[in-house]
C-alpha cells in the first residue's frame, strides 16, 4: 500500500511554469538592474566627459602660462624718479622709453629671455562671439588684422583668420628684437579702450615691422581672462591686488591707489609690481570654474620704493 506522502503532487495540465507572481518580481527585478546598470552607464558617461573638458582646459592653462610666466620672470622696464631741490624728473613705466602696458585683460611689455635680446610681446583675453556664430567662417565682431590698414601692404599673414570664429582665447603676440625699430620701444599713445582690441598692443612704429608676428592662439573655450598686479603696503605684509598698474584711476601721477608715495609720486608709477596673477575662467556644466597661477617678476623694485615712500 503506498503511502500518500510519497506521491508527486502535479500542476494542472501536467506541465511545469510560474504564476502570475513570479513573474511580476522576476520582471521587476530585472528593471530595477536594468535601471541600476543604465545609471551607471549615463553617469560614468557623463563623468569621462566633464574629465575630458576639465583636462582640455588645464592642459591650455598649463601651456599658456608656461611661455607667459618664462616672459613675466625676465620682464624688462625703465621708470624711476630722480628728486632734487625744487623739483624732480619722473619716468613713468608707462610712459616714454619701454612702456609698459598692464591692464585687466592684457598685459604688453618688454622681456629678455636670453639677456642680450629685448623683445615686446602682449598677451591678452580675446573674449568669444556669440555661440551661434563659432562655425559660421565669419570675423562677426571685426577683430581679425586681415584688410586692416595696421598690416603692411602685401604682409603673408593676411588671410590667417587667426580671430574669425573666437571661443574666448588667451592670445599672444611677439615683436622680437631684430624686427623693432627705435620708435618701438615707445608706446604711450594708444587708441580707444585699452582693453580693445587688437589696435592697443602695436607699438608705435608697427607699420615698419614687416617681419613681426601678429598673434597666435594659445588656448581657447574661456569665458573671461583676468590679469591681477601684486603689491604690498607698510600697514601689513598681506599681498593686494590691483587691475590695472600703475594703479591708479584718475592719472595722477603726484598719488596712487597703494596710498604709497615717494617725492610726491606714487610709487606704481616709479617700478613695475611684485608679480601677477592670472586667472583664467571656464564654464564646466553650467558651473563656473577658475584656473589661477601666480607669478613673480624678478626686476621689480616694489619693495625698495616701498621702503622710501612716506608713511
Known sequence: MTSRCGKKIR???????????????????????????????????????????????L???????????????SMCWKGGYKPYSGGGVLKPINDGMFTT???EHCMCFYTSLDGVHIDRVAYYFNPAEDQLEWEDGEDNDNDDPEGQTM???????????????DKGSFMRRRWRDEDLVYADYSSA???????????????????????????????DGFTDILFWYLYTTNDDEKLYYAEIWPFDQDGDTSADDTGLSWGGV????????????I??????????RVLSKMMIIYSSRWQEYQSYAAP
Open 11 to 57: 500542476r494542472g495540465g501536467g506541465a511545469g511554469g510560474f504564476t502570475m507572481i513570479e513573474l511580476m518580481v522576476a520582471l521587476s527585478l530585472a528593471m530595477v538592474i536594468g535601471y541600476a546598470v543604465f545609471f551607471m552607464y549615463t553617469t560614468s558617461i557623463s563623468s569621462y566627459s566633464a574629465a575630458e573638458k576639465e583636462l582640455k582646459f
Open 266 to 277: 606714487g610709487i606704481s608709477y616709479l617700478t613695475v609690481p611684485l608679480g601677477v596673477q
Open 59 to 73: 592642459s591650455g592653462f598649463r601651456t599658456s602660462t608656461d611661455f607667459l610666466e618664462r616672459e613675466v620672470n
Open 151 to 165: 598690416l603692411p601692404m602685401g604682409d603673408p599673414r593676411e588671410g590667417l583668420l587667426l580671430m574669425y570664429d
Open 101 to 103: 602696458l598692464l591692464f
Open 189 to 219: 599713445t594708444f587708441a580707444g579702450d585699452p582693453d580693445g582690441l587688437p589696435i592697443y598692443a602695436l607699438p608705435a612704429g608697427h607699420m615698419s615691422c614687416g617681419t613681426g608676428d601678429l598673434g597666435e592662439v594659445m588656448a
Open 279 to 288: 586667472d583664467f575662467h571656464y564654464d564646466l556644466d553650467g558651473a563656473d
